[in-house]
């Protein structure tokens, strides 16, 4: 079982350059999503989903876009890559609502 | 909309002693869950401990309890019988449960726990 599985562990941009991270879980939870971690601020959210065909923004959506085609599946796209978009990336699932979320090891992403 | 606050940036307690770390939370709604998560240096969120808003007990998790008041909307996390391994990032969170925001794990921004001998 290997829960969430993130690819990749590291990566590093230019600035206007797009890519995906990929997020994989094999539980069949149904609730996804995915969380920049900056210093000091915490974890926030990007976007999640409830379901396979179903996303919604979260608090910091803007310049990533997201699918979810199936259940295990919920990949993290950026568009055209950022400095400010330097960051640590963490995908999520959760089994239901009152459940708490398995985390992915992460993604440290550097745009320069 | 849901708020944490984690006002500790830092805490150090010596090996074998007990700790409390601080968190408030902000909610309109009446069905929540309070989780705590752990980071260590090598960058993993663990899942340590959970409460609904609803548990009539405080939880506990081995060494962990959580402090649950309601009424303070309060949320502290206890370690008893600290150990070197617990020096790490604490996270607390927070999920409302109606079903418009139950996919959000709302997070403070963490206290830095370092355990000495």
């Known amino acids: 079982n290997a829960g969430v599985t993130q690819t990749p562990k590291f990566q590093v941009l230019k600035t206007g350059q797009s890519m995906t991270l990929q997020c994989a879980q094999d539980m069949n939870h149904e609730y996804m999503s995915w969380y920049r971690q900056d210093p000091g601020m915490g974890l926030r959210l990007i976007h999640y989903?409830?379901?396979?065909?179903?996303?919604d923004q979260g608090e910091v959506p803007n310049g990533y876009n997201v699918s979810r085609s199936t259940t295990e599946d919920f990949p993290l796209r950026l568009l055209s890559a950022a400095p400010s978009q330097t960051s640590v990336y963490f995908c999520a699932s959760s089994y239901s609502i009152g459940g708490g979320y398995t985390f992915g090891s992460g993604t440290r992403l550097t745009v320069v | 909309a849901q708020k944490i606050t984690q006002t500790q940036p830092g805490m150090f307690v010596q090996e074998k002693e007990a700790v409390t770390l601080d968190c408030t939370y902000d909610?309109?709604?009446?069905?929540?869950?309070l989780f705590w998560y752990k980071q260590p240096s090598s960058g993993e969120m663990i899942f340590l401990i959970y409460?609904?808003?609803?548990?009539?007990q405080n939880a506990t998790e081995g060494r962990y309890s959580l402090n649950f008041q309601k009424a303070r909307k309060s949320a502290n996390l206890v370690i008893s019988a600290s150990q070197l391994g617990d020096s790490a990032m604490y996270f607390c969170a927070m999920r409302e449960l109606n079903t418009g925001t139950a996919s959000k794990l709302t997070f403070g921004t963490g206290t830095r726990l370092q355990v000495t001998l």
């Open positions: 409460q609904g808003s609803y548990d009539e």
């Open positions: 909610t309109s709604d009446q069905s929540y869950g």
């Open positions: 989903s409830v379901g396979a065909g179903i996303t």
